[in-house]
RNA sequence: GGGCCAAUAGCUCAAUCAGGUUGAGCGCUCGGCUGAUAACCGGGAGGUUCGCGGUUCAAAUCCGUGUUGGCCCA
C-alpha cells in the first residue's frame, strides 16, 4: 500500500491502495519501510524489558545456496521468533553458521586443483587455512543475504560463527569440562577411512552404491588336523591382517572329504563348513562329489589352530598369543560358509569382537590406504589394487577355492564418491557410553514437538550410541585442545604423541584462550590470538621439566554445533548472558537432525555439565519434490526458492511452508498449492480494501471510535464477526503454543475467507453504500477496523510483508512504526458469544439451503421471494432462526421466514411413494402393476404407511397390505417451492423457498434490475461514489414501467439519481430485462460533471 | 539388512491418537452477484481410503504382511 514516508510519519491512513494484491509490488515496498523505519530494531528494543526467551539457531553449514529445505527452516524459525515476540518476550535471535569441516576443504582443495593432502602440505597449512576461512565467509554471506530475502528477522548483524576465536574457545571449553569429568580419551577405533582425504568419515557421512567387487572362497589349512577351514570375503586385500575365524558356537559345522572328479584339478579336499552352507561351497569349488566325515558344533570348533593363509608372503602377519585360531562370534550368520574372516585391524564388528578376546588390531594400512612395509610382499600397494595379488597368491598356493563377483553395498566419502576403507586408527573419544544414565534422564527434561520423535527414535539412537569419536585427521576444524608429553624436550610442533602411555591425568586439556595464553611456552596475545592449527600447533608448553605438544588432530564438525547453546552467547569469553539465558528455550530443526545435532548437543551438554541445553524441541520434516521425491542439489532435482519468490512472492512461499504440512511431517512443494495461497492473501486484500473508501469518505477515526463507543448500535453480524474473531484468537493461540502452525494459520485463513469475506462483508455492503453516515455505519467501520487490524497481527509473524501494507495502511500515523511491534491479540471475553456464533452458522445453513432451493428454482436472488419455510428437526435450530429469522430472511431476499418445528408438519406438503417392483411382483401377482400404478399417483400428507395404504385402497376399491420394503417415500412440494436439506451442529431440517411470483415481487424484481444497470453505467463513466446524477429511463412495456416506477424513491437513492429527464449527451444504453427492452440515458450533475470530463480527458 | 514416518478425490491436505454414513480447499463444470468487480458467492460431478490377510456387529482408523516414497542407521 501506499506511503513515501517509510517511518510512518506523514503516511496517509485508508490511503487508496493497488487493485490487486501483487506481492512483487507490496514486498519491496515493505522492505524499504523496514529500513527506513528501523523496523527491526526497534522491535527489537520493544520486548528488551520483556522476559527472556533464549532461541538457539541450529546453524546451517556454508556450503552451497539456501535451498528449500533450509529456507522451510528459517522461515519457521522466523515466524516462532516473531511470534514470542508477540508475546511480549525479549528473544535472543542470533543466527549461527557452521563453518568448518571437510566439505569447505574439499570445495577449497577443488578451487585450487589440489588431488589430496600433500598438496595442501606443499601449500601451507596456514594459507589454506586462510582459504578455507575466505571461502566459508563467502557463503555465509550468499546464505545471509537469501535468508534476508525470505523476510527473515534475526541478529544479521551479528551472527555466531564457528570458527571466531569466541567460538572455537566455547568447543574448548565444552571439552575440557567433559575431560575433567573424566569422559575424554584416546583409543583405536574401527574407522571408515577415505583414502583420498585421508580422514575418518563419520558414518552419517558415508553414502553407500552398489559395487561389483571380488567374491572369494578360500581354505585356511588347520595347524594341528587335517583339512581347511573355508572362509569367504568380499576385501581379499584384509587376508593380510587376518587374525581369527569366526563361527556360530550353535551352529553344526560339518568336515567332509570332497573330490574334483570331472575336472582337471582332481583330488581330495577335507573341508570345514557350516552343515547350511555345505551344498553352496562345494558347488562353488566345482566339486563334484563329498562324504561328511565329521559333525561338530561350533562351539566344539573353538581354539582350532590354523596357518596364516599369506604367512611367506606377510611376515608380520598376526602370529600373537591367541592369533590364528578358532573363536565364537555374534556376528556369524549361516551364510556362505558359515566361518568369517575376521581382522580386528579393519572391520568394526572384528576390531570389537578382537578387543574383548584381548587381540592385537593389526592394521598393516596407512591412512591414504597404501599397505605399510608391515604388509611385507604387499607392501606400497593401494590395498584396492592388491586384491588381485592376494588372490593370485592364493591360488597359487591351492587355498583357493572360487574366485567370482558379486554385487554389495559399499560405502563411500560423501564429498569425493572415493569408496571408504575400513581401518583401525588412534582417535580421540568422549566415552558417552559412561554417561548412558544420565544422558537417558536428560532426554526426559526436553520437550518435544512431536512427542514420538523423542519418544520412538531418539531414545533408541541415545541407548544405542557408542562412544563420541571426536577427532579428525584434517586442517580446517577446531583444533583439538590437548597437549601431550613429547619424547624430548624441544618443541616439534608435528603433535606427534608417542612417549605418552595414553594416561589421561598426564595430559593438558586447555579450556580457553586465556589458559592458553599464560600456560604456553610462547608469547599468546588472548585478544589477538587465532585458535586455528596454523597458530596453536606451533605452541607448546612446558611444566615440570616436560614438554608437552598439542595431537594434531581437529575437531569432527559435529562438535563444534554440539556447543551452540554457550557459544550463541560467547561463553566462556562471556558469562552474563550464559548465566542469565542456558539452556535453549527452543531449537528448531528438520528430522535428520535427531541424529545430528539434536544429539550432539544432548551429549556435549551431558559430557560437559550433566544437563541437556535445551528445553523444547520442535521438529520438522523434509522438503520434498511435487512428486515426493528427494530435492538434490547434485542431481538437478531442487525448486529454487528464488524462483519460487520470483513467481509468487515471498509472503505467498512463506504462507505454504508454514500452512500446508503437518508438525513432523515432510513437504511435498507444490506449485499449485503456493499460487493457491497468494489467491488467499489476495482476499485478505480485498477484505481490507473493501471498506477503506468508505471510511475514508465518512471521515471514519477508529482512535475515536472503537467498538466500545459504538456497543450500543452494533448489529448482530457485527456482534457475530467479533466473537469469532475471538474464537480464533484463542484458537491459534492454543495452536501455537503446541506448535502446531499449520493449524494455527488454518484457522486465520479460514475466518478472512469464510466469515469476514463471504459472511461478514456481503452482510455489510448494504450498510457502507448507505449515503448518509449513520451509528450502524458507524457501528460497521468500529467492527470492520477491530477486525482487519487485529487479523492483521495474527498474520504478521506468518506474512510479514503483506500485513506490514495492510496494517500501515490501516493504522496510518497512529499505530506502530511496524506491525511487528504489535502484542500478539488475545480474546477478549465480553465480545464473545458462543451461543450467536452457533445461530449464526445456523443462519449460514439455512442460507446455503435456501440458495441452492432458489437455484433449483430458477429465481435470481435479485428477485424477492413470497416466503421461505424452515423446517427443522430440533428446538434449538427452531429456536436459533426464529431468533436470526431477520438475518435469513436479508440473506435469501425472501419477504417473510416461517419456521415449523420438530413437533410441527407443514400443511402443504405432500408424499408420493415409488414401488419397489420386485417387492410389489411376488406379493400381489397379476394385480402388481396397478398396486404400482395406484401408489405412484398417491400424494399423502404424511409419510406413513397407513396414510398410504387409505389412499390406495381407496383408489383400488379394496384393501391391500403394504410393507416397508414395497415403497420409498418421496417430498411432493407445492407448486413453486423448492426445497432442499441443510445440517448444522444442533441438527437439521429443510429449507422451502416458495417462488411464485406477485405483482409485488415483480414489482421490486425488476426495480432492482434496473438499479443494477445504472450501476454498471455509473462504473462505466468511473464516477466517484457519492456523485449525483441525471436518470433517463424508457422501458418498453408499459406494464413493466409502472411497476417499476412503483419503487421511485429506491431507484432514486440506489443509484443517486438527483434529477430525472431527458439526458441527451450523457451515457446511454439499451438493456434487455428479462425479454423487456429498456433504454437508460446518464449523466453527471454539477461539479461531478466537470470531474468526470476531466477524468474522462485524461484517459 | 534394521528403526521411525508417510500413502485418502486430478492436485494439496483433514478425519487415524480414542473404530461408527470419508470431508475441505484448489482444479473442472454449471449457475449467481454486480460500487471488493481482473473481485466475490452458490450448486454439481469427482473415492477399490496403496495391495493382501486378520480382529470386530462395524476398519481410512486396530493388528499382520507386502509395495512405494522420505529420513535415520548398518
Not at 602377519?317 to 550368520?333: D, L, N, R, S
Request: net charge negative; proline share 4%; aromatic share 10%.
Amino acid at each position: 500500500m501506499s506511503h513515501d514516508d517509510a517511518t510512518g510519519e506523514g503516511r496517509e491512513r485508508f490511503a487508496p491502495v493497488d487493485d490487486q494484491y501483487d506481492p512483487g509490488a507490496v514486498e519491496p515496498r515493505v522492505f524499504d519501510h523496514w529500513e527506513a523505519a528501523d523496523a527491526y530494531e526497534r522491535t527489537v528494543e520493544h520486548r528488551s524489558d520483556g522476559e527472556d526467551f533464549f532461541f538457539v539457531d541450529g546453524p546451517p553449514y556454508t556450503s552451497g545456496a539456501a535451498h528449500m529445505g533450509t529456507t522451510w527452516n528459517k522461515v519457521l524459525k522466523d515466524l516462532y521468533i516473531r511470534y514470542h515476540r508477540m508475546q511480549g518476550y525479549d528473544v535472543t535471535d542470533r543466527p549461527g553458521y557452521d563453518m568448518h569441516g571437510l566439505p569447505i576443504e574439499t570445495k577449497v582443495e577443488e578451487r585450487l586443483g589440489f588431488e589430496n593432502k600433500k598438496d595442501i602440505e606443499e601449500f601451507g597449512e596456514q594459507a589454506f587455512i586462510e582459504e578455507c576461512k575466505a571461502f566459508a565467509q563467502e557463503q555465509l554471506v550468499g546464505l545471509q543475504e537469501d535468508f534476508q530475502d525470505f523476510g527473515v528477522w534475526m541478529d544479521w548483524d551479528d551472527p555466531y560463527r564457528t570458527v571466531s576465536p569466541e567460538y572455537m574457545e566455547a568447543a574448548w571449553w565444552g571439552f575440557s569440562q567433559a575431560h575433567e569429568r573424566g569422559l575424554v580419551k584416546q583409543g583405536k577405533r574401527s574407522i571408515n577411512q577415505c583414502p583420498r582425504c585421508e580422514t575418518a568419515i563419520a558414518n552419517n557421512e558415508v553414502e553407500y552404491h552398489d559395487v561389483t567387487k571380488p567374491s572369494v572362497y578360500v581354505r585356511f589349512p588347520l595347524a594341528d588336523r587335517e583339512g581347511s577351514l573355508v572362509v569367504w570375503t568380499t576385501t581379499p586385500w584384509t587376508f593380510v591382517a587376518n587374525t581369527f575365524v569366526a563361527v556360530d558356537g550353535d551352529l553344526t559345522y560339518v568336515g567332509v572329504d570332497a573330490e574334483r572328479s570331472a575336472s582337471a584339478e582332481t583330488g581330495t579336499d577335507r573341508l570345514y563348513v557350516a552343515e547350511a552352507c555345505l551344498e553352496e561351497v562345494l558347488e562353488a569349488g566345482r566339486y563334484d562329489d563329498y562324504e561328511v566325515v565329521e559333525r561338530v558344533t561350533g562351539a566344539e570348533m573353538v581354539g582350532w589352530d590354523y596357518d596364516h593363509p599369506l604367512a611367506e608372503e606377510v611376515a608380520d602377519h598376526p602370529q600373537g598369543e591367541g592369533a590364528g585360531q578358532v573363536y565364537t562370534a555374534e556376528y556369524v550368520e549361516a551364510d556362505r560358509t558359515g566361518l568369517v574372516h575376521s581382522a580386528p585391524g579393519h572391520g568394526e564388528e572384528d576390531f570389537e569382537r578382537g578387543q574383548e578376546l584381548g587381540l592385537e588390531a593389526f592394521c598393516p594400512v596407512d591412512s591414504d590406504g597404501v599397505y605399510t612395509d608391515q604388509a611385507g610382499a604387499y607392501a606400497g600397494s593401494f590395498v584396492r589394487e592388491a586384491n588381485d595379488d592376494v588372490i593370485a597368491d592364493l591360488d597359487r598356493k591351492g587355498l583357493l577355492l572360487a574366485d567370482e563377483e558379486t554385487t554389495v553395498r559399499e560405502g563411500q566419502c560423501w564429498r569425493c564418491n572415493t569408496d571408504i576403507v575400513r581401518v583401525v586408527t588412534d582417535q580421540w573419544f568422549i566415552t558417552i557410553t559412561d554417561i548412558k544414565d544420565e544422558l537417558l534422564a536428560n532426554i526426559e527434561d526436553a520437550q518435544w514437538h512431536p512427542e514420538w520423535a523423542r519418544d520412538n527414535r531418539f531414545r533408541d539412537f541415545v541407548e544405542d550410541a557408542p562412544d563420541w569419536n571426536v577427532s579428525r585427521q584434517r586442517y580446517w576444524g577446531i583444533p583439538i585442545p590437548i597437549w601431550t608429553p613429547s619424547p624430548d624436550s624441544s618443541a616439534t610442533g608435528d603433535g606427534d604423541a608417542a612417549g605418552w602411555d595414553g594416561d589421561m591425568d598426564e595430559v593438558i586439556v586447555i579450556s580457553d584462550r586465556a589458559e592458553l595464553a599464560e600456560r604456553a611456552d610462547q608469547a599468546v596475545d588472548p585478544e589477538e590470538v587465532d585458535l586455528h592449527k596454523g597458530t596453536v600447533d606451533e605452541l607448546t608448553i612446558t611444566e615440570d621439566g616436560t614438554t608437552y605438544t598439542r595431537v594434531g588432530d581437529v575437531f569432527d564438525v559435529w562438535l563444534d554445533s554440539s556447543v551452540a547453546s554457550w557459544g550463541t552467547v560467547a561463553y566462556p569469553s562471556e558469562t552474563a548472558d550464559y548465566e542469565q539465558l542456558w539452556p535453549a528455550d527452543l531449537i528448531l530443526e528438520a528430522h535428520d537432525q535427531t541424529r545430528g545435532w539434536f544429539w550432539s548437543q544432548l551429549g556435549m551438554g551431558t559430557a560437559a555439565v550433566d544437563q541437556s541445553p535445551y528445553e523444547e524441541v520442535l521438529m520438522h520434516g523434509y522438503a520434498n519434490m511435487p512428486d515426493g521425491r528427494g530435492m538434490s542439489k547434485s542431481k538437478g532435482i531442487l525448486v529454487d526458492p528464488g524462483e519460487v519468490i520470483e513467481e509468487y512472492g515471498r509472503d505467498p512461499m512463506r504462507l505454504f511452508l508454514l500452512s500446508v504440512t503437518a508438525q513432523g511431517e515432510d513437504m511435498n512443494f507444490s506449485w499449485e498449492e503456493t499460487e493457491e495461497m497468494q489467491r488467499r492473501l489476495n482476499i485478505l486484500w480485498n477484505v481490507a480494501r473493501f471498506p477503506m473508501p468508505y471510511m475514508r469518505a465518512d471521515g471514519f477515526d477508529p482512535e475515536e471510535t472503537t467498538v466500545a463507543d459504538v456497543r450500543a448500535d452494533l448489529e448482530l453480524v457485527d456482534e457475530w464477526v467479533l466473537s469469532r474473531l475471538q474464537s480464533v484468537e484463542a484458537t491459534m493461540t492454543d495452536h501455537m503454543e503446541a506448535f502446531e502452525n499449520h493449524r494455527a494459520v488454518e484457522a486465520l485463513l479460514d475466518f478472512v475467507v469464510e466469515d469476514v469475506s463471504r459472511f461478514y462483508i456481503q452482510v455489510v455492503r448494504e450498510r457502507m453504500w448507505e449515503a448518509d453516515d449513520s451509528a450502524g455505519k458507524q457501528a460497521a467501520y468500529a467492527t470492520l477496523y477491530r477486525v482487519l487490524e487485529e487479523v492483521t497481527a495474527l498474520f504478521a509473524p506468518f506474512v510479514p510483508f503483506v500485513a506490514e501494507a495492510v496494517y500501515t495502511t490501516l493504522t496510518g500515523e497512529t499505530g506502530h512504526p511496524t506491525v511487528h511491534m504489535c502484542d500478539w491479540p488475545e480474546p477478549d471475553e465480553r465480545l464473545r458469544d458462543p451461543e450467536l456464533e452457533g445461530e449464526v452458522e445456523v443462519v449460514r445453513a439455512v442460507e446455503e439451503a435456501g440458495s441452492n432451493a432458489r437455484q433449483q428454482a430458477e429465481r435470481k436472488l435479485r428477485w424477492p421471494v413470497a416466503r421461505v419455510v424452515v423446517d427443522v428437526d430440533s428446538e434449538a435450530v427452531a429456536a436459533a432462526v426464529e431468533a436470526r429469522a431477520d438475518l435469513v430472511a436479508d440473506r435469501l431476499n425472501a419477504r417473510r421466514v416461517e419456521v415449523l418445528g420438530p413437533a410441527e408438519e407443514w400443511g402443504e406438503l405432500r408424499y408420493s411413494a415409488v414401488a419397489d417392483m420386485s417387492e410389489l411382483g411376488p406379493a400381489f401377482g397379476d394385480d402388481a402393476g396397478r398396486v404400482m400404478e395406484a401408489l405412484n399417483a398417491a400424494r399423502v400428507g404424511e409419510p406413513t404407511l397407513d396414510a398410504l395404504r387409505t389412499t390406495v385402497s381407496e383408489a383400488l376399491d379394496g384393501g391391500v397390505e403394504l410393507t416397508e420394503e414395497m415403497v420409498e417415500f418421496r417430498r411432493e412440494t407445492p407448486p413453486e417451492v423448492a426445497g432442499v436439506e441443510f445440517a448444522a451442529e444442533e441438527g437439521g431440517g429443510v429449507v422451502y423457498v416458495d417462488t411464485a411470483l406477485t405483482e409485488d415481487i415483480e414489482s421490486e424484481g425488476y426495480a432492482r434490475e434496473v438499479v443494477r444497470r445504472v450501476q454498471e453505467m455509473r462504473k462505466d463513466l468511473d464516477l466517484a461514489i457519492e456523485a449525483e446524477i441525471r436518470l433517463d429511463l424508457a422501458i418498453d412495456d408499459d406494464r413493466v414501467a409502472e411497476l417499476v416506477e412503483r419503487h421511485t424513491d429506491y431507484l432514486e437513492e440506489e443509484v443517486r439519481a438527483s434529477d430525472r429527464g431527458a439526458v441527451e449527451d450523457g451515457h446511454r444504453r439499451t438493456w434487455d430485462v428479462e425479454g423487456v427492452e429498456v433504454e437508460i440515458g446518464i449523466e453527471p450533475r454539477g461539479a461531478d460533471r466537470r470531474e468526470a470530463s476531466s477524468q474522462a480527458s485524461s484517459e
